[in-house]
């Protein structure tokens, strides 16, 4: 990949130290206090996260963001993520709303402006209990009534739900699928709603998770559902090309949530192997030890070089699927190794809610598997370097 040189501005490090320290003060007690319970994220802490400007990353300065890129969208993903994936993750519900260029200028302001402040949170509805990767199936519709749209289905996956000011669903508007193009004819819909309720046609069931705490992830189906006309985001039809231009960004952010999650269990690591005694010494005296630290270490450390020529390249405005795929699939696999080493490092402990590598080693498995399992990421890197293989 020939991206430009990679950058660690005095800016960044001012953002990074500002997400660190917040993370390590503000995040973690809370995790550690209500990840073992399932407690959901306070707004107290939303409202705090707002104020620090972490909704408004991506979004432009005029409406009130700060204007900045994919490389300081992922520093903040990562420190924040060494604490609690969830709310690492949280911004991207604000900072990353797409297709409102096609809006009307009034509502596009309104609405990116309220983001920015962390007054306009989504969540996406995009999932359905049989299409997960293939979104060329999804089967949830939408049709015209008027100038509404009515939208009926069951959508899976959808964290946030409650919480959000909105859920964008992706929806069939087009009644026949096309075989020759079966990801035409879906089309972006926000659904607005009072934060933490749903609407009128709109029933959801949390899903029970083994981690991601922090938030509910729901199982949703829609009845009628009624937006107005204004509520597509993007062209109508256009929603899977409207996803396919932030997958990119997706990957990278995921990457560093990933790089977040295994730097935690280092830390946490390291710790726990300076104080815990065997045999009369430290653990952390004991080579089997020190190489295990060495080797979590070394692969942290290269997945976030690759995250960083990663997002350079994506803020240069240069293609870079390819290696966007590779550091998820890297990441991500990477943070399951490194977090169970960490479980391992701590022996019996580690498998107790007592410490935290546990509840690193819980999210970290998940990011093998959203934003494209790494099986997707796999298929993307070695189609793009050898072509489609034949069926």
């Not at 490090?13 to 809370?30: D, G, S, V, W, Y």
């Not at 690759?306 to 550091?327: F, P, Q």
Request: glycine share 8%; with cysteine; net charge negative.
């Amino acid at each position: 990949m020939n991206a430009p040189p990679v950058l660690m501005t005095e800016e960044r490090r001012l953002i990074k130290e500002t997400a660190r320290n917040f993370a390590i003060n503000e995040i973690l007690p809370l995790a550690n206090k209500l990840d073992p319970i399932e407690g959901d994220i306070p707004a107290e802490l939303i409202q705090k996260m707002a104020d620090l400007g972490f909704f408004g990353i991506l979004i432009a300065e005029e409406f009130g963001g700060m204007g900045l890129g994919a490389f300081e969208y992922c520093i903040v993903a990562e420190e924040l993520s060494r604490a609690w994936m969830s709310a690492g993750t949280l911004p991207r519900h604000g900072s990353w709303i797409m297709g409102t260029e096609t809006l009307a200028d009034d509502r596009r302001r309104d609405i990116l402006s309220r983001a920015a402040k962390g007054e306009f949170l989504s969540a996406l509805a995009m999932s359905e209990p049989q299409t997960g990767s293939d979104v060329s199936n999804i089967q949830t519709r939408a049709r015209r009534d008027g100038s509404d749209w009515l939208i009926t289905g069951n959508k899976y996956w959808c964290t946030y739900a409650d919480g959000a000011d909105c859920i964008i669903v992706i929806a069939r508007t087009e009644p026949e699928l096309d075989p020759a193009h079966p990801h035409r004819g879906l089309t972006a819909l926000m659904v607005e709603k009072p934060r933490g309720e749903f609407v009128d046609g709109l029933q959801g069931t949390p899903i029970p998770k083994i981690g991601y705490f922090g938030w509910k992830t729901w199982e949703l189906a829609f009845d009628n559902v009624r937006v107005p006309q204004d509520a597509m985001l993007g062209q109508e039809g256009r929603a899977f090309y409207l996803m396919a231009e932030s997958l990119e960004l997706g990957r990278a952010h995921t990457a560093a949530r990933s790089i977040g999650l295994a730097r935690g269990a280092l830390e946490d690591s390291i710790a726990y192997a300076g104080e815990r005694q065997q045999f009369g010494r430290p653990i952390a005296e004991f080579q089997a030890i020190r190489f295990k630290i060495a080797q979590m270490a070394t692969e942290i450390e290269a997945a976030e070089a690759l995250l960083h020529r990663v997002c350079t390249a994506i803020d240069s405005g240069r293609r870079s699927d390819t290696e966007a795929a590779m550091v998820k699939y890297f990441a991500a696999e990477m943070a399951e190794r490194v977090t169970s080493e960490a479980i391992q490092i701590h022996g019996g402990a580690g498998y107790t809610k007592h410490h935290q590598v546990e509840r690193y080693w819980r999210d970290a498995r998940l990011t093998k598997i959203f934003e494209g399992t790494s099986e997707i990421q796999q298929r993307i890197i070695s189609d793009n370097l050898l072509g489609r293989a034949r069926d």
